[in-house]
Structures are given as C-alpha cells and as structure tokens.
C-alpha cells in the first residue's frame, strides 16, 4: 500500500543521494533523537509464535497484551516454519513532530507485514506490506523497504505489530530514521556497495579470463566463486531494486539456491588454494563429495523444502569445515609455518571462520549481528584476489617450469645426439684399428719367434704386447658401446658354457704372476659338476667382453691374491660373481662407477668404459651386473641371468 507523499519527497531516492552526501560530513546534532533508533536495543518488544500463521492483526493483538515488552535482541528465530507476530511501541517522543521512516529487513525475508495504529484507539489498521515475495514494496525507491510513518496525531505515539513468515532464516530488523539521517545512510551504504560491486564485477571478469586463458583447478574454482557475488546481492536488495519489473520473485529463488551453492564453491575455492588435493588426497575427496551432495538438495527448493535443505547442509558443511581448517595447519605445520604459507592459509581460514559464524546466526546459536555478514562479504573479495594473485603466479611458475623442461628436453635431445654421434664414429675409428691391431699383433708373434734366441728384447715384445692387447681391449669396448647404443640391437644368442666363455675372456686379459684364477660352481671347484651347471643361452661374443672387462677391473685393482669367479642360483636367479682382494671401492663411488666415461675416485686407469659396457652387455641379455660386496677385504660383482636363459641340462 502506497501512502500519498508530496511531490519532493516522492522524487526518486537515487537522485537525492549525492546531494545529502556533502551534509553528512556537517557537525551533527547531540540530540538522542538524532540518532536511528533500531528494534530491540532501543525499542523493546514482545513476541509470540502463530505456528499455523492462521491469527489475525486483532488476534494477536490481544494475545501479545498478556506478553510484556521485554526483548532487547534482534529477533532471530532460525529456520522455522512458524509466523511470529511482534509488537512495540513509538512514543511520540520519538517524532518531535516529524514523520519518520521504518526501514525493515532483512531482504530474504518472504513476508513482512507492518500494522500500526494510535496507541489506545480502536482505530483500524494501517497496513503496510512488504517481503521478497512481494518484490520488496516500500513507500520510497530504496533497496531496503523503507515505510514513512506520519508524526502521531495524539499524546499516546504509536502501537505497531510486525507479522513476520519465511521458508528461510526468520530474522526481522526494523529501524527508525529520520529522513535526512536516513538519506546519509543510504548515500554511504549505497557508496559502499557500489565499491565493493565495481571491485567483484572487475575481479570475476578477470578470473573468468585467467580461468579461460591459463586453465588451473584454481582458477577455475575462483571464476566459479564469482556467482557468489550474485548471492551478496540478492542479500543486499540489489535484484528487487534494480529490476522491479519482471514480476517474478527472482531474488527469493536466486537467495535459495544461492545459499546453498556458495558455501559448496567457499569449499572448493578454499581446498584449491591450499593444494588439499596434493597434501592430504583423501580429505580433499571427501570435501569434493560432499559438495557434489550438497548442490543436489535444490531439488528441494520448488518442493518448498527450503529450511530443510539447509539444515541437511549446515550438517555436512560443519564436519568439512573442521576437516578443511585441520588441513590448513597440517599444510602449516608440513611448510614449518613459514610467513607466505601462513598467509595463503590464512585468508581462506577466515572465509570459513566467517561462513560459520554467519551459519551460526542465521540458526540462533550466536546473536545476529549485521557486521558479521558485511565483514565476511568483505572477506569473500579480499580473498578471491589474494587467490587469484596466488593462481596467477603458480600458473606463472608452472609456466617457467614447462618452458624450462622443454629447454632442458632440447638440451638433451642435442646431448643425446651428440653422444650418438660420438659413439658412431668411435665405432666406426675401432673397427678401423682391429686390421691394424691384428697386423701388429702377428708381426710380433713373428718377431718373437725370429728372435727367440736373443733374450734381451723380450721385455720390449712384452711391452708392446702389453699395449697392443690394451689397445684391442678398448676397441671390443668401443665396438661394443657403439653395438649397444643402436636402436635397432641384435643378439646372436646360442647355448654356451659360461666357464669357456669366462676362459676366453681371462685369456683377454694379462694375469700377473701374483694373481691366481678360480672357477667354482655353489664355492665348489667347477671340475666337480658337468659343464650343463653353468650353461646359459648367451651371445658369447659380448658376453665374453663383458666377463673381461670385470676380470681385467679385477686385476688392476688388486696387488694380487685370488681371482674367484663362482657361478650360483639366487633368488630363482643364476649368478655369476667375480671377486678379487683389493683394497675395495669408496660408498660413493658404488653406482658411479657403472657409468659411462666414470672412473672410481682414486683410479686413474682405463677409459671408464669397462664396467659400463660390461653391464649394458648383462641388461640387454634381461639380466644385470652389480656391486655384491666391497671393504678393505676385497669387492665381489655378480652378473644376474634368468632362468628362462639358462639351458637344462
């Protein structure tokens, strides 16, 4: 019902704004009167609960004339299906001749009905009308329903009953203005929420854009935050006031499902930024479960099952909230509490903090107080930009990260090739040398037979025996690197006796004359069991490089002593283990030594190459070479074969 107001004061609101905003900066009056006077803590009241919303304004009238006026708390009912009926009084003290504008709230509230009348008379009604499901009516153009109450004709002021309904919290809010207070209010709350309004619309245009163009749970969770926003201002007024013309309720429903589906995206917005899903998997899990559980109790909704969708809500987003708050100062305590961890889990834990504690209100379990709602709207965007600086310099450092493997993948690529190269053409200079080398090697044995008789150059023949067979050693090293390295190898498998392939080799292989060679099959000496003990199927040909090259690691490392190279099973494998009685290898140099171009710390023989080649020859035979045992006693390598190679006997 609209009252009939003059012509200056039905101007619209909006355009009164600005110009009340230069008095509000003015020195104020001290009088009380001045300030607004807010239903509960200056205006006591009394209630009573219509649970079938069946009473009338003069039932209820009469049944609120045995109740005294002794509540001093905004009235806060939770999700009830119950109509209360409020009653007050306005003393004419109140309006010092003046009208006065009642603003009621909050905006989600369904149905909200003002009647007042002058106290003592029987008078009929004045009725005024408002709620969300009438769209927000008010006697002026403010997002708020603002109703202008004339000054009271008598001495008696004014007794006024509220009949309050709603499927969601039941909260009511009536405060008492006078108009040019009301006015800087408006200008200033107004101001304020076009700040926040411009900030949210600029910041989730912007997280939709990184969302689009950098990907990212993250920023994902951050672009879908931004239809929390449309929640804040359903809450504040926002839908009626600047579109009254659509006719339908659509800020009651976009508060409903909004309700539900902010808490749901806080969640989601929360675990992301603390990287739940890294550090504690199954918590972030059952976070995302519940979410997915929680948004589909809108069904509820168009059944008219609101409260009760909430309440089963409220049941699932408590346990998660501790859930997630525990996970905050687990990720604390994981980072040694350092300052930039703290920070990122702290503006996410104060979201949370602030969603409960505005839970917690709207069921009645704290007090209701407005700044717990602003302070967490507030929150919501200090956070969404804390987030989204964070997202975007994550995305920045995976950026980085990808380009600079990419870098290292090309480096690589390029060493790889390199080395390629470098094996080809040391393959390809080694099997030049074997002509040579076999020239040289059967002009010696001539010259040695030539010249048997003159004893005084056979330590030079030994020499450059010595050195050819060093040289014809490094070129089978070669050859095999080179073989080993192609893309496309072959193996000439066939079955072999692993002791004549291990002869062989050791005939490769210059003994000196303090070394002592021992073949033995389980520590027992080999002639005791058939040559099928020890017989595998192997390309003899590498094998026979690889059994030297361990042989000849043997004796250069050792002063002397024994040689003892023992064929095995072990662990449904059949091994076979060179050891000598070196000084032994250094921890350090265990796995280095296997490597390509790699001598152990304090070797300064060989070109590195012996135990690599020796165990590339034993992998591509699906077995290995490794270092058993190494002290100041000795080391002991062991070559590994399956069993499906071996021959039966």
């Known amino acids: ?19 009340f905003l230069a008095f509000s900066l003015l020195p104020q009056s001290a009088s009380a009167n001045n300030h607004p006077r807010m239903l ?19 039932e209820a009238a009469q049944a609120l004339e045995n109740v ?36 009621l709230g909050p905006n989600f509230i369904d149905d909200i009905r003002l009647y007042y009348r002058p106290k003592g008379s029987m008078q009929s009604w004045t009725l005024k009308k408002t709620g969300d499901l009438l769209l927000g009516q008010s006697d002026i153009d403010y997002r708020n329903p603002v109703f202008i109450i004339p000054p009271p004709e008598n001495q008696n002021g004014y007794e006024a009953i509220i009949r309050v309904q709603s499927s969601s919290t039941t909260i009511l809010q009536a405060t008492l203005w006078q108009p040019d207070k009301f006015l800087n209010h408006a200008t200033a709350t107004t101001s304020f929420w076009s700040f926040y309004f411009g900030l949210v619309t600029i910041s989730s245009i912007l997280a939709i854009i990184l969302a689009v163009v950098l990907g990212g749970r993250l920023l994902w969770s951050v672009a879908a935050f ?112 350092r300052p930039s961890t703290l920070l990122l889990g702290l503006s996410p834990l104060t979201c949370i903090t602030g969603s409960l504690l505005g839970l917690f209100s709207a069921f009645g379990w704290i007090p209701f107080k407005t700044e717990i709602y602003v302070i967490w709207q507030y929150a919501l965007l200090v956070n969404m930009l804390l987030v989204m600086s964070i997202a975007v310099y994550r995305v920045r450092e995976k950026k980085l990260e990808e380009l600079e493997k990419h870098q290292l993948a090309s480096e690589l690529k390029a060493e790889r090739d390199a080395s390629f190269h470098q094996r080809q053409f040391m393959g390809m200079v ?18 040695r037979y030539l010249e048997s008789d003159n004893q005084d150059r056979t330590p030079r023949y030994n ?155 034993a992998r591509a035979h699906e077995g290995d070479l490794k270092l058993l045992i190494s002290s100041s006693q000795g080391s002991c390598f062991a070559f590994f074969f399956k069993q499906e190679n071996l021959k039966s006997a």
């Open 1 to 19: 019902m609209q009252a009939i107001l003059p012509m200056q004061t039905r101007r619209p609101i909006k355009a009164w704004l600005l110009f």
């Open 40 to 58: 509960g803590p200056d205006i006591p009241y009394s209630v009573i609960k219509d649970t079938d919303g069946r009473l009338t304004v003069n």
């Open 68 to 103: 005294s006026a002794t509540e001093t708390a905004t009235l806060s009912k939770s999700y009830v299906p119950d109509t209360f009926w409020v009653k007050f009084e306005l003393p004419p003290t109140l309006f010092d001749g003046q009208a006065r504008w009642l603003e």
């Open 226 to 337: 931004s239809v929390t926003y449309v929640f804040v201002a359903s809450i504040q007024g926002y839908i009626n006031w600047l579109v009254p013309t659509l006719g339908v309720p659509l800020q009651h429903y976009l508060t409903s499902a909004l309700t539900l589906t902010s808490y749901v995206l806080l969640l989601w917005l929360c675990v992301e930024t603390v990287d739940m899903k890294r550090h504690l998997p199954w918590a972030y899990r059952i976070t995302m479960t519940i979410g997915a559980i929680t948004l589909l109790l809108m069904v509820l909704i168009p059944l008219d099952l609101y409260g009760l969708a909430v309440k089963i809500q409220t049941l699932f987003y408590l346990p998660t909230s501790l859930i997630f708050i525990g996970s905050v100062f687990y990720v604390w305590h994981l980072d040694r509490y």
């Open 430 to 447: 080694s099997h030049e040398f074997r002509t040579p080398l076999a020239i040289i090697s059967g002009s010696l044995e001539n010259l």
């Open 463 to 617: 020499k450059i025996q010595r050195a050819t067979d060093r040289l014809v050693q490094l070129t089978d090293n070669c050859l095999a690197d080179a073989r080993l390295a192609a893309d496309n190898l072959y193996l000439e498998p066939q079955p072999a006796n692993l002791f004549e392939v291990i002869d062989s080799a050791a005939a490769l292989v210059e003994l000196t004359d303090t070394h002592k060679l021992i073949l033995s099959i389980e520590g027992q000496p080999s002639d005791q069991f058939p040559d099928s003990q020890c017989t595998a199927i192997i390309d003899t040909a590498l094998m026979r490089i690889a059994f030297s090259n361990v042989i000849d690691n043997a004796v250069k490392h050792s002063a002397g002593g024994t040689i003892q190279v023992d064929c095995s099973k072990r662990d449904g494998q059949i091994a076979v283990s060179i050891c000598d009685q070196g000084p032994g290898i250094n921890e350090k140099d265990a796995e280095q030594i296997f490597e390509r171009y790699r001598r152990g710390t304090h070797s300064n023989r060989g070109a590195g190459l012996g135990l690599y080649v020796a165990r590339q020859i």
